[in-house]
């Protein structure tokens, strides 16, 4: 009798779990390109193993809390690491809707590559998609990043400003004392005209040089 009911749960379960039956997911695991040289091998126990962590997955779904490892059935196990799986009601001789499974194996897909020493790349459920990894906090705040390349950005306009004032200062110093010796140069020239020294015009004074007199003008005042 009890051989009877083995066999017959054995049918149930290899009807239940086929490859691409309803609601069963194919696995793949490339444990040789993960870890290299400290490969395992895959076995029964790793099996178990796997049983395991999709029942603990399944059971934090709300009102699947009495899932079992008999609960999980794996078929078509290759040698290259690839099998399919499928979870049973506890309760009826059928399966849990894939949308069941898909969201307790994206919510622990952490734990269970953690269980293998795998990711995301190297342990693949075909038919769920790969989980993002959570975003990173900054190590500083953002609102401090944003302060200090605007308190940067003033600082720096502030020394223009400054620096800009400074060399405006310099040129109004320099130019009318340039403008002056200029003019002292222009004073103090003589000219020569044939051989004798005449003085320029004095503009500032309104002297006019006597070289350039006539002899009226000598004789004649003003």
């Not at 193993?49 to 997955?57: G, I, T």
């Not at 795998?118 to 769920?128: A, C, G, V």
């Not at 000219?191 to 309104?206: A, F, Q, V, W």
């Amino acid at each position: 009798m009890l051989c009877l009911l083995f066999f017959l749960v054995t049918a149930i379960h290899a009807e239940l779990c086929q490859p691409d039956a309803e609601n069963a997911f194919k696995v793949r695991l490339s444990i040789r390109t993960a870890l290299g040289d400290k490969a395992y091998a895959w076995d029964t126990n790793e099996e178990y193993l796997f049983k395991a962590m999709v029942a603990f997955s399944m059971r934090k779904v709300p009102n699947r809390e009495t899932t079992e490892i008999s609960n999980v059935l794996l078929c078509n196990v290759t040698q290259r690491v690839s099998f399919w799986f499928v979870v049973t009601d506890p309760s009826k001789n059928h399966t849990l809707p894939a949308v069941e499974i898909q969201s307790a194996i994206r919510m622990n897909r952490n734990r269970i590559n953690n269980a293998f020493f795998l990711n995301d790349q190297t342990l693949e459920f075909l038919k769920i998609p790969s989980t993002l990894a959570p975003p990173t906090d900054p190590s500083m705040p953002i609102w401090i990043i944003i302060f200090s390349v605007i308190f940067c950005i003033v600082i720096v306009a502030v020394m223009l400003l400054i620096l800009s004032g400074i060399r405006q200062r310099r040129r109004k110093s320099k130019g009318p004392s340039e403008v002056d010796d200029t003019e002292d140069k222009c004073e103090n020239m003589i000219t020569i005209e044939n051989g004798i020294p005449c003085d320029p015009l004095d503009t500032k004074g309104g002297h006019i040089n006597d070289a350039f007199m006539t002899e009226d003008e000598r004789l004649t005042p003003l």
